[in-house]
């Protein structure tokens, strides 16, 4: 395992660890309100100071840059950044449903090169770094085998931040729950993309995203053989916000299906 996995991997344990203590007693936590539809916790923020504690003692030259704090520079002027969600899924979290995760990637000149995601409730760790594979637990992953998108079943997001382009997203979401098997919003786009990467989903489409979301779920799905890009299948989507994944038969066959619903905002 690479050095700087292990790294990840200590500090998404001790995340998650502060995750699992809050679980138990969910009614104590103190929410509030980001904007509209998009929640913070002192979960939230105590786990992100935990990870930050973590990388900064083996890493203190590295960038980082995560949900609640934002960006921060490490000493000099680091090709090194840490991308880091928390807790992804912090509404289903403050709900009590399961689904929620720990997201750290590590980019490299803007390309994610480790990765991990950690979803405590389930003690499921996936992990990647470039040129090596993607793991669940240490045992090797890959996306699934099928071919057709009528057997297929994806994920998406609903759209939550921004209204912008529901009218599209939902006419995606219509000619997509027509020709799929089943359509599915589970609500933490890092556990759906290591889905993805691991045969669990076929595919995932979603609009509006923020870096610490994608950034470690991609790097999972490219290693376990499986494709990601924009709307439009391009290389735009860790600061465009859009994403399509999946295996490269289903990844095809998605863009196939959204192209004609895409705005020309959506087409950037």
């Not at 950044?81 to 509404?91: A, H, V």
């Not at 589970?186 to 610490?212: H, K, T």
């Not at 999972?220 to 989507?237: F, H, P, Q, V």
């Amino acid at each position: 395992m690479h050095p700087a996995i292990t790294i990840a991997v200590k500090a998404a344990r001790r995340a998650g660890s502060i995750i699992n203590r809050a679980s138990t007693d969910i009614d104590m936590i103190k929410v509030s309100s980001k904007r509209q539809n998009d929640f913070v916790t002192e979960v939230d923020k105590a786990a992100e100071a935990a990870i930050i504690d973590v990388l900064r003692e083996a890493y203190p030259d590295h960038a980082i840059l995560a949900e609640e704090s934002g960006a921060s520079a490490g000493r000099g002027d680091s090709e090194f950044q840490w991308i880091i969600d928390p807790l992804d899924g912090t509404t289903n979290f403050i709900h009590g449903f399961p689904q929620f995760a720990v997201s750290i990637a590590l980019a490299h000149k803007g390309q994610i090169q480790q990765a991990v995601v950690f979803d405590p409730s389930r003690n499921e760790l996936f992990t990647a770094s470039k040129g090596r594979g993607a793991f669940l637990n240490e045992k090797r992953i890959r996306v699934s085998k099928r071919t057709k998108l009528e057997e297929s079943l994806i994920g998406t997001g609903f759209p939550f931040r921004v209204w912008d382009h529901v009218d599209a997203y939902l006419a995606m979401f219509r000619d997509l729950m027509q020709k799929t098997a089943g359509l599915r919003r589970p609500g933490a786009a890092a556990l759906d993309l290591a889905y993805v990467a691991c045969g669990r989903l076929d595919g995932f489409f979603e609009i509006g995203l923020s870096p610490w979301d994608m950034a470690g779920g991609a790097l999972l799905i490219t290693e376990a053989g499986g494709l990601i890009g924009d709307l439009r299948g391009e290389a735009n989507w860790l600061h465009g916000g859009n994403l399509v994944a999946g295996n490269p038969k289903i990844f095809a066959q998605i863009l196939q299906s959204i192209e004609p619903h895409l705005t020309p905002a959506l087409r950037g």
